[in-house]
C-alpha cells in the first residue's frame, strides 16, 4: 500500500496505521489510542466558511486550503490531517430531492426542506442522479482523489441516513406520527433508505479511490471505517428502534467495516441495550447535552466498555489521564490538544509508563 499522508504533514504514519488496526481489532500495544495535536507557532490558517463553501465555492480552492491548513498542525499520536467534504447534516436526503435551507441566524448550520406530503406518492426515496449537488459532491471526491493521493485521506460524507433520511424528508412531527399511524409506509420508506446507503458508500469510495489511499473517517483503515448514527432514535420507542433502526445500522456497519456510532445525547440513551447487541458497532462517540464533556460521562463510558464496546473521549490532557484511570485502555481512543509540540511525546510516554 501507498502511503495515504505525506511525510512532511505524518512521518511516522506507518506506525498510526498500525495503531489504529491494533485498536480495531480490540488490542493494544504500549498505550492505548491517542489523538493529540498541536498548533504550529506563527502559522496562518487561510479561512474556509464550513457547508456554505463547500456548497457553493470552487472546489479545488477548497481542497488547496485544506491542503495548505493541514501544514499548520503538528499531528501527533495517532492524529492524520484529512479532508472532510460535507455539505451539511441533512445533504443525502437532499440528494434525493428535498432543498437546502439556510438562515443567517443559524451560522454555518443548514437543514432540509421536508417534501413528502404522502408517502404513497413519493416513494420509492432514491437518489436524483442528475441532482447538482449529488454531481457536485461526485466532482468533490475525483478531484480529492487527484489533488489528495498520498497527502492526506478523505472523510466520508454526513451519513445521516437510515430514519434520519425519513425525519428530513417528511419532518420530524409528522414522521413520528406515520410511525403510528402507518407503519406500513413506513416499512417501505425505510427499505428506499437502506438501499440508499450501499449506493453512495460504494460510488463515493470508488471516486475517492479509498482503496488506494485508505478510509480517513473518525479513524483510519485500509478496508473502511465512517461515523453511522440515528439522531432521530431520541424520538422513537425501543420498540421502534428494533424493527425499523437496528438492522439499518447492523447493515449499514457490515457495509463501512470499522463503526463509530455517533450517539446524540442523554434522550437517546434508552437504547443502551439494544445498540449494545449491534455486533458491528465499534466505538461509541457520544455527545453530552451542552455544558457537559466526556469528563463527565465516565459511569456511562464504563458501562459501554462493560459491554464489549469502545468509547471515544475527547478532553483536556489532565482530563484524559484521569479518565485513564478509570477506563480499559484497549477500548478507548482519546482526542486532546496540547498548546506546543514539544508537549506531545511526554504526553505519550506518560501513558506509555501508565498502562
Known amino acids: 500500500m501507498n502511503n495515504p499522508v505525506a511525510p512532511t504533514f505524518k512521518p511516522d504514519m506507518d506506525d498510526t496505521i498500525r495503531r489504529w488496526e491494533a485498536y480495531w481489532q480490540g488490542e493494544i500495544l504500549d498505550r492505548p489510542l491517542i489523538c493529540v495535536t498541536a498548533p504550529v507557532e506563527g502559522f496562518e490558517a487561510r479561512p474556509i466558511d464550513g457547508y ?51 438562515h443567517e441566524a ?40 487527484q489533488k489528495l493521493a498520498g497527502k492526506m485521506p478523505i ?85 421502534m428502534f428494533r424493527r425499523w433502526v437496528m438492522p439499518a445500522l447492523e447493515e449499514e456497519a457490515s457495509i463501512v467495516k470499522h463503526a ?20 458491528g458497532l465499534h466505538t461509541f462517540g457520544f455527545v453530552p447535552d451542552p455544558g457537559y464533556k466526556h469528563s463527565d460521562c465516565l459511569p456511562l463510558l464504563k458501562r459501554i466498555q462493560a459491554a464489549g464496546k469502545a468509547v471515544q473521549f475527547i478532553g483536556t490532557v489532565d482530563e484524559i489521564k484521569m479518565a485513564h484511570k478509570e477506563l480499559k485502555p484497549d477500548k478507548v481512543a482519546y482526542w486532546t490538544t496540547v498548546e506546543k509540540p514539544s508537549q506531545i511525546e511526554p504526553l505519550l510516554e506518560w501513558f506509555r509508563k501508565n498502562t
Open 52 to 102: 456554505r463553501e463547500r456548497v457553493f465555492g470552487d472546489i479545488d480552492e477548497i481542497i488547496d486550503k485544506e491542503l495548505y491548513n493541514a501544514s499548520g498542525t503538528v499531528w501527533g499520536g495517532e492524529s492524520f490531517p484529512g479532508l472532510w467534504p460535507s455539505f451539511g447534516p441533512d445533504e443525502i436526503t437532499v440528494f434525493c430531492g428535498a432543498e437546502f435551507r439556510w
Open 260 to 279: 463509530f456510532y455517533h450517539w446524540d445525547g442523554p434522550r437517546a440513551l434508552v437504547h443502551a441495550n439494544n445498540l449494545f447487541s449491534l455486533k
Open 106 to 145: 443559524s451560522g454555518d448550520t443548514n437543514w432540509a426542506q421536508p417534501f413528502v406530503e404522502d408517502w404513497a406518492k413519493s416513494l420509492p426515496l432514491r437518489i436524483q442522479e442528475d441532482h447538482p449537488l449529488w454531481l457536485r459532491m461526485q466532482e468533490f471526491y475525483r478531484r480529492a482523489a
Open 155 to 239: 472523510g466520508s460524507v454526513d451519513l445521516h441516513t437510515n430514519m434520519d433520511i425519513l425525519m428530513s424528508a417528511r419532518g420530524s412531527e409528522k414522521l413520528c406520527v406515520d410511525l403510528i399511524d402507518r407503519p406500513e409506509m413506513i416499512d417501505r420508506a425505510m427499505a428506499d433508505a437502506r438501499a440508499i446507503f450501499p449506493v453512495l458508500w460504494q460510488r463515493l469510495a470508488q471516486l475517492g479511490r479509498m482503496d488506494e489511499t485508505g478510509y480517513g473517517c473518525c479513524g483510519f483503515s485500509w478496508e473502511g471505517c465512517a461515523q453511522v448514527c440515528c439522531d432521530f432514535s431520541a424520538m422513537i420507542s425501543p420498540a
